[in-house]
Nanobody
């Protein structure tokens, strides 16, 4: 059973940056597609970025293209989300998730098998 723990959230001013980490334990994420989802109050949980198991493909939602970067270090069993040029619209709880298929990136929440507990990101104007 893989456990995921996010860290790195917090309060930042608009235009600032944050780096989220997703550390795995209880198993290796090396074979999993990794995704970062977010949910703001009153909205649905949605995939923001994703990366295949060997990093050869990535997905970025239109709203974060050019500002966010997903990466992974399988040796450290950790995935990362670098967020730059943050805006108040990026305020949400961010969750990392792992999906067994490994070579695909899909958006449906139900396709992901393991989830972290979430970390709050708040961007002030």
């Amino acid at each position: 059973q893989v456990q995921l723990v996010e860290s790195g959230g917090g309060l930042v001013q608009a235009g600032g940056s944050l780096r989220l980490s997703c550390a795995a334990s209880g198993g290796t994420i090396g074979g999993y597609t990794m995704g970062w989802f977010r949910q703001a109050p009153g909205t649905e949980l949605a995939l923001v970025v994703g990366i295949t198991r060997n990093g050869d493909r990535t997905y970025y939602a239109d709203s974060v293209k050019g500002r966010f970067t997903i990466s992974r270090d399988n040796a450290k069993n950790t995935a990362y989300l670098q967020m730059n040029s943050l805006t108040p619209e990026d305020t949400a709880v961010y969750y990392c998730a792992a999906a067994r298929f490994g070579d695909l990136i899909t958006t449906p929440v139900n396709n992901y098998d393991y989830w972290g507990q979430g970390t709050q990101v708040t961007v002030s104007s």
